[in-house]
């Protein structure tokens, strides 16, 4: 069983900077591959990014650029760094994970980029 808590949502002005953080409870080395998404109200959850156990990456078209998927599998911990934020952004961000064929939440933090 892994659990994934996710942190470092808030509320930040659009061109803003924010770091969001997602620890497991376990190793994450055993995880294949780890994720971002978000959902905004009223929108489907979408991908944002995500990083294989060697550090591929992979990034929504909406964020190239601008967002930076990392994994310190020492830490247990996957992060999301954003920068130049825009109001689209604003959206409820969720950690994903897959070891084997289960695949792991958390909980989702806020983010909200305010114009």
């Known amino acids: 069983q892994v659990q994934l808590v996710e942190s470092g949502g808030g509320l930040v002005q659009a061109g803003g900077s924010l770091r969001l953080s997602c620890a497991a409870s376990?190793?994450?080395?055993?995880?294949?591959?780890m994720a971002w998404y978000r959902q905004a109200p009223g929108k489907e959850r979408e991908l944002v990014a995500r990083?294989?156990?060697?550090?591929?990456?992979n990034y929504a078209d909406s964020v190239k650029g601008r967002f930076t998927i990392s994994r310190d599998n020492a830490k247990s911990t996957v992060y999301l760094q954003m920068n130049s934020l825009k109001a689209e952004d604003t959206a409820v961000y969720y950690c994903?994970?897959?070891?084997?064929?289960?695949?792991?939440w958390g909980q989702g933090t806020q983010v909200t980029v305010s114009s």
């Open positions: 990083i294989s156990s060697s550090g591929l990456t």
């Open positions: 994903w994970g897959i070891r084997g064929l289960v695949a792991y």
């Open positions: 376990g190793t994450i080395s055993s995880i294949n591959t």
